[in-house]
């Protein structure tokens, strides 16, 4: 009697995991004389991401000699846009991914008010893709300053990298599906035993 609930309960919290919801990623990263602190949420796709996956930042911006300026995805304030070119960025559970070696053309790019405009931006390059004027690309660039003149950026800081180097990464906590899943697994525990105390009492 009591196995199809039990059965029910394991199958829904099995199905939760496949479906894990958006994940955020802790980005604290030093950049020449600067540094990008903050999070980014992707849609929980484990892989290679595009555009579409981003579904929400809140970076912010530190080029060393401006003051912080902050780019805020849909939901934390919406103030800039987000780019993924080629497949250079990829995902694990608990870290972000970017291939800086790739000769793809990749990009990771996060800009006020938009993406390919002259305003504050956070960049991710592979080794052919170029930022701003004069990136070598294959390196992290960022510049906090709220208005760039085409071709003149004298706050920019960069940081070549190489290989595929994680930019961002969680902590080691359980994700609310899994807590979902070890608590369906204790209630079916829970429905096993009980039936063979009440018969218990009942003979």
Not at 95 to 119: C, E, K, R, Y
Not at 135 to 162: K, R, Y
Not at 179 to 186: A, E, Q, V
Request: charged letters at 10%; proline letters at 5%; a negative charge.
């Amino acid at each position: 009697m009591w196995i199809i609930p039990v059965l029910l309960i394991g199958v829904l919290g099995a199905s939760t995991v496949l479906r894990a919801g958006n994940i955020t990623y802790s980005v604290n990263e030093v950049v020449g004389a600067g540094n990008v602190t903050g999070f980014i949420t992707t849609d929980g796709t484990i892989g290679t991401l595009a555009t579409g996956n981003i579904v929400n930042w809140s970076l912010a911006l530190n080029d060393g000699t401006n003051p912080t300026f902050d780019l805020l995805g849909p939901t934390s304030g919406n103030n800039s846009g987000v780019s993924v070119i080629g497949s250079d960025l990829t995902s694990t559970a608990t870290q972000l991914l970017f291939n800086f070696s790739a000769i793809d053309g990749g990009w990771l790019l996060f800009q006020n008010p938009s993406t390919a405009v002259f305003g504050p931006f956070n960049c991710y390059t592979s080794s052919n893709r170029q930022c701003y004027v004069g990136d070598l690309g294959g390196d992290v660039t960022l510049s906090a300053l709220p208005g760039h003149t085409p071709g003149i950026f004298p706050n920019v800081q960069d940081t070549v990298l190489n290989g595929d180097d994680v930019i961002a990464g969680v902590a080691a906590t359980p994700e609310p599906s899994s807590l979902l899943l070890l608590g369906s697994g204790l209630l079916g525990l829970v429905g096993m035993t009980w039936p063979r105390k009440a018969r218990a009492l009942g003979d």
